[in-house]
């Protein structure tokens, strides 16, 4: 078992461009989530999915999107970066209440 | 609206010394979960611990403890003998039975052990 996987590990950004973190896990887990931490601060839950089909917004969800079209992967997509979004993603996921698993993290800085 | 509380911003420690991490949590559910997170300076979240609210036994795993006290609403971490190894920060959650499974994890506590 890979566990959850995260593509890129860091990336650099301009102002206004797009991407899309990918995230898959091999667990068979019917949630997923997507946080984001910035220096010396806790998780902040950007979005998160129940199953596929299903997502639904965090504490966090502006200037991001996200998708489920299978059980493995949950995409988070930034549109027109901002340094604002300049932080670390870590996308974890779990089978129901039970404990979380979470990929290595994506390092990321708009400049 | 549940909320975890870490109070101990940083702690710093001398090898071999014993700490004990704080978490205070808030929820008026009477099912949930809380969990321990340790997050090391390479970056990745590792699962040390879950307990069910209705499980208030103490844990201990090698020089790992956890002390869960419904009647303050705490779960507390202690580490033994500490090691420089133990130095990362340590993130306290709390997720409830039903509903969607959010999490809510606290700000997390710096642990630094000095050699």
């Known amino acids: 078992n890979a566990g959850v996987t995260q593509t890129p590990k860091f990336r650099i950004l301009k102002i206004g461009q797009s991407m899309t973190l990918q995230c898959t896990q091999d667990?068979?887990?019917?949630?997923m989530y997507w946080y984001r931490q910035d220096p010396g601060m806790g998780l902040k839950l950007i979005y998160y999915s129940v199953g596929a089909g299903i997502t639904d917004k965090g504490e966090v969800p502006n200037g991001y999107n996200v998708s489920r079209s299978t059980t493995e992967d949950f995409p988070l997509r930034l549109e027109l970066a901002a340094p604002s979004q300049t932080s670390v993603y870590f996308c974890a996921s779990s089978y129901s209440v039970d404990t979380q698993y979470f990929g290595p993290g994506t390092r990321l800085t708009v400049l | 609206a549940q909320k975890v509380t870490q109070a101990q911003t940083e702690i710093s420690v001398v090898e071999k010394e014993d700490v004990t991490l704080d978490c205070v949590y808030e929820t008026r559910d009477t099912t949930y979960y809380l969990f321990w997170y340790k997050q090391p300076p390479s970056g990745e979240l590792v699962f040390l611990i879950r307990?069910?609210?209705?499980?208030?036994q103490n844990e201990i795993s090698g020089r790992y403890s956890w002390n869960f006290q419904k009647s303050t609403s705490s779960f507390n971490f202690t580490i033994t003998a500490s090691q420089v190894v133990d130095s990362a920060v340590y993130f306290c959650?709390?997720?409830?039975?039903?509903?969607?499974?959010?999490?809510?994890f606290g700000r997390g506590t710096s642990l630094i052990v000095h050699p």
């Open positions: 959650a709390l997720s409830l039975s039903g509903g969607s499974y959010i999490p809510t």
């Open positions: 307990r069910n609210s209705f499980d208030e």
């Open positions: 667990m068979n887990h019917n949630y």
